[in-house]
């Protein structure tokens, strides 16, 4: 079954504003990852936490993960046209013992120019 | 490098056909795996290896079949083509070590 929850499952907004996302999965993890996917191409990394990380920023991104409610949050700032894709958080299982991720369904964000 | 590549692009079958989706990767990568891709069902994964020699299945590998005999290469192979099957079918690999993921650009395959 699938680790991750994206939410919203849509999300729209102007250029300029800022796009928060959440991401819920239900067991420990060792790090959690977001990708981007635009329309019709494969899934590209985009940022990496790990378990004993509060938060992470890469350029317009930041990241928070929050352990004890097992829940992370992507805020893309200043969005631009070009944001518009789906965005998907990647868990790994502790428990499992597979070494690769487990994909949420993902939020699809439109960013109106 | 060409990082992840996918062959064929585009596909469709007739019920009951098999296929062999090809996936391979040039970065030296120890792991490999495949994903399909549904509507409102996000990536689910088929099967997945961790080094030549070395598979297992995912969530959903009924109907699929998957060997590892190089390191570069990881087809999956669908045996008798279901409709249920229409899917876009994506190739991942990783190193040892290191969580990224590096996708290739997929494959939509139609079973009518």
């Known amino acids: 079954s699938q680790q991750g929850e994206e939410d919203p499952q849509a999300l729209s907004i102007q250029e300029g504003e800022n796009a928060t996302m959440n991401c819920s999965y239900k067991t420990s993890i060792n790090n959690l990852q977001w990708y981007r996917q635009n329309s019709g191409r494969g899934l590209v990394h985009l940022i990496l936490?790990?378990?004993?990380?509060r938060e992470k920023h890469s350029g317009r991104l930041r990241v928070t993960l929050d352990t004890s409610k097992k829940s992370s949050s992507l805020l893309i700032t200043a969005s631009r046209a070009a944001d518009t894709a789906s965005y998907f958080c990647?868990?790994?299982?502790?428990?499992?013992?597979?070494?690769?991720?487990?994909f949420g369904r993902g939020t699809s964000l439109i960013v109106h120019p | 490098n060409a990082g992840v590549t996918q062959t064929p692009k585009f596909q469709v079958l007739k019920t009951g056909q098999s296929m062999t989706l090809q996936c391979a990767q040039d970065?030296?990568?120890?792991?490999m795996s495949w994903y399909r891709q549904d509507p409102g069902m996000g990536l689910r994964l088929i099967h997945y290896s961790v080094g030549a020699g070395i598979t297992d299945q995912g969530e959903v590998p009924n109907g699929y079949n998957v060997s590892r005999s190089t390191t570069e290469d990881f087809p999956l192979r669908l045996l008798s083509a279901a409709p249920s099957q229409t899917s876009v079918y994506f190739c991942?690999?990783?190193?040892?070590?290191?969580?990224?993921?590096?996708f290739g650009p997929g494959t939509r395959l139609l079973v009518l």
């Open positions: 990647a868990t790994d299982d502790v428990s499992g013992g597979s070494y690769i991720p487990t």
């Open positions: 970065m030296n990568h120890e792991y």
């Open positions: 991942a690999s990783s190193d040892r070590g290191e969580e990224t993921q590096y």
């Open positions: 936490i790990r378990s004993n990380e």
